[in-house]
């Protein structure tokens, strides 16, 4: 209670956008078949908060974020829309030297795979230094001070000693914690944590997730997790995002999805978590598979999946129906003219006590 | 390190010994006609038995192999038979070796020059017209054979610029086309080498790591892929090195160049089985040694190799 009361106030405080994806639309070429990985994405970030993006394998969340970092593997491109930053046009960006100007220094990434994300053959000092002097200006002594600053911030025991070594002289746990601190050495603004924690043990997960909790209070920076795993985004954000065969189907405040989802899709997220489950039963899983992205979506990209979609689903895409100033979600079951459809039980009772507060 | 050293050491020892005893097994299969100088014919059965005992070999072959190796450890090679009868082995390669040197040297210095550029370029215009033109000339080198272009080189091209067809000391000009066709090969090899490396460093996480940090093209390239594709690259080179230096036995004998290669056909061909013996194993320690010296030379860039042995993540 007294955490949504504080996260509230803190959302009010946040007005400004630091980053603002409109229509964007990226597609990638394969095998001489183009697909639609992104559909006409429009997100706004707040300066300061903490936003996750959940959705299945394969809905975007890697693409989306990586665009804004000209990191799209060399047969992907933005096909239309925009990504504004700091005045700038992130997708107009044609050369690798305007993406010098933004990575690291203005958004920097932690990735999912901590062990090869580290050149074997280079200490961690000379690697977390790399940035340090990049992106601080430092050089020398001053600069190896840093890091061992750094290193010490982001929970390595003995960091003088630790910056001679190699990456294999640590555990995932630790490698993952280097890989922080060489996106912290950057000074970002944003920080983009694509699944963090997912090749980790579940005590190191924790660990991890709040280390990047405490670093982004003390560096005041605007975060963003992708995960598969609602735990960790009731944990860690502000903000959450469904994401769904590359597009956005709802987004609101942390308590507004988790307790008063709105798109079938994210019901069908939320039923699957294990919290929620009823002991002794088998764990709801989504039938079906996503669409396939090499052919155009016609209406509601989860309606083939959902045993209760309605008829226009199929033929008209939603638009956003307004939940709250904060909530938003695509779906044709808000449109006041649409026919009542029970959410699932576990939903249900989520609803119950979201009223209760 | 130092353990890591001491135990590869010992391995290329044992290495190398059991390479002597095969060489020494196997010249006793040899006919015997190669243990004797000019006159085989004339001599009888009992003299040339006498011959054989007074050279140690109807002694028991333990003891010949004993023997053996005690006179390869006073550095004693043994005397040629047939092919400069009675004069120490050691002293005919001291006349040759400087040829070998000479050429292996300069071929070598050219291959490298050339080959490590190109693997890079061609790494770095991958699928472009740099890569396409380097991959033709490694696949030509390695599917033709070289006595083809070889000979074609020696013929062709020092007809169209007038430089002699074989080797002479005095004519400078003499020794340029002999350097070239050693390095061709060589050549093709440290680009293919290089070129594959680069490509799986550059396919690697840690580069895209280095992307999203912010550094440039070229310092990823310089400081990440370059530097870690030539760990892979070192422990080939020494061996690659070390037998360009030891003298292209075929293009020796071409061009007539004095040197050692030319020596080993001469003296198979000739069957004087004392020199054959020595050279067969200078060539297999030059291997040896080239394996040793590229692990030594790993062990000092990869820092996983020396810690292999400590208990090392935590
Ligand atoms: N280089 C590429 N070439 C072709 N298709 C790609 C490429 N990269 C991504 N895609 C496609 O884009 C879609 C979105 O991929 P993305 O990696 O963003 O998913 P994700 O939501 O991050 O999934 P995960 O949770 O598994 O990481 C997928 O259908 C994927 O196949
Ligand atoms: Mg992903």
């Known amino acids: 209670m007294l955490q949504i009361l504080e996260i509230t106030f803190r959302g009010e405080a946040m007005e400004k956008f630091i980053l603002s994806a409109r229509d964007l639309v990226i597609k990638f070429r394969l095998r001489g078949k183009v697909l639609t990985a992104i559909r006409g994405v429009s997100l706004d970030i707040y300066e300061g908060e903490s936003l996750a993006i959940v959705g299945e394998s394969g809905s975007g969340k890697s693409v989306f974020t990586k665009s804004f970092m000209g990191l799209l593997d060399k047969n992907g491109w933005i096909d239309s829309g925009s990504i504004i930053y700091g005045g700038m046009d992130l997708a107009k960006f044609k050369e690798e030297r305007d993406w010098l100007k933004i990575r690291g220094k203005e958004i920097a990434m932690v990735f999912q795979e901590p062990m090869t994300a580290l050149n074997p053959l280079k200490t961690i000092g000379k690697q977390v230094k790399e940035a340090v002097e990049l992106h601080q200006g430092l050089r020398g002594k001053e600069a190896k001070e840093e890091v061992i600053k750094i290193l010490d911030d982001v929970g390595i025991r003995d960091p003088e000693r630790r910056y001679n070594q190699y990456p294999h002289e640590f555990s995932g746990g630790m490698r993952q914690r280097v890989v922080i601190a060489i996106a912290i050495a950057c000074r970002p603004k944003i920080l983009i944590c694509d699944e963090p924690t997912t090749a980790l043990d579940v005590t190191i997960q924790a660990q991890i997730l709040n280390l990047l909790k405490d670093l982004k209070e003390k560096y005041k920076l605007t975060t963003i997790y992708i995960t598969h795993d609602l735990g960790v985004v009731a944990n860690v954000a502000d903000r959450v995002a469904v994401m769904y065969a590359g597009d956005i189907i709802e987004i609101g405040k942390t308590e507004e999805i988790f307790y008063n989802g709105q798109h079938p899709y994210t019901w069908a997220l939320l039923s699957s978590l294990p919290q929620l489950g009823k002991k002794g039963e088998p764990l709801y899983t989504i039938q079906g598979t996503p669409p396939n992205l090499f052919q155009e979506i016609k209406g509601d990209a989860f309606a083939p ?44 009772k989520m609803r119950k006590r979201w009223k209760e507060i | 390190m130092f353990n890591y050293i001491i135990k590869r050491f010992f391995q290329s020892l044992i290495t ?130 070289a006595a083809i272009y070889y000979l074609f080189i020696q013929v062709y091209v020092t007809g169209i610029f007038k430089i002699p067809m074989l080797y002479s000391e005095s004519n400078p000009l003499s020794w340029i086309l002999p350097t070239i066709s050693m390095s061709l090969g060589s050549t093709a090899s440290y680009a293919m080498w290089m070129r594959r490396y680069m490509l799986d460093e550059m396919n690697k996480d840690y580069v895209k790591l280095a992307k999203a940090k912010g550094l440039s093209g070229p310092r990823i390239m310089l400081s990440h892929v370059l530097r870690n594709a030539f760990v892979p690259m070192v422990q080939y080179l020494p061996s690659a090195i070390l037998y360009t230096i030891a003298g292209s036995i075929y293009i020796e004998s071409l061009y007539s160049i004095p040197g050692m290669g030319g020596l080993l056909v001469t003296a198979i061909q000739r069957q004087d089985n004392t020199l054959v013996q020595a050279l067969v194993l200078i060539y297999s320690s030059i291997g040896i040694f080239g394996l040793f010296l590229g692990d030594i030379l790993m062990a000092l860039l990869d820092p996983r190799i020396k810690l292999s042995k400590k208990a090392g993540a935590r």
């Open chain 1, 305 to 348: 999946r959902n045993p209760k979609a309605l008829e226009i689903d199929f033929i008209h895409s939603p638009p956003y129906f307004q939940v709250s100033p904060t909530h938003k979600a695509k779906t044709w079951l808000l449109d006041p003219r649409a026919p009542h459809v029970e959410p699932p039980e576990a939903i249900k």
């Open chain 2, 16 to 145: 190398l010994m059991v390479v002597i005893t095969i060489v020494f097994a196997l010249l006793r299969l040899m006919p015997e006609e190669g243990y004797f100088g000019e006159g085989y014919e004339k001599l009888d059965e009992q003299q040339r038995e006498a011959i054989l005992t007074q050279m140690g070999l109807r002694d028991p072959l333990h003891k010949q192999l004993l023997d053996f190796y005690k006179q390869l450890l006073r550095g004693d090679l043994g005397k040629s038979i047939i092919y400069r009868p009675k004069v120490d082995i050691s002293i005919i390669l001291n006349d040759k070796i400087p040829y070998s040197l000479r050429f292996g040297l300069s071929a070598m210095a050219l291959s490298l020059l050339i080959g490590l550029p190109l693997g890079i370029l061609m790494a770095l215009n991958h699928r472009g017209f740099w890569d396409k033109l380097g991959t033709a000339y490694i696949v030509f080198i390695n599917a033709v054979p």
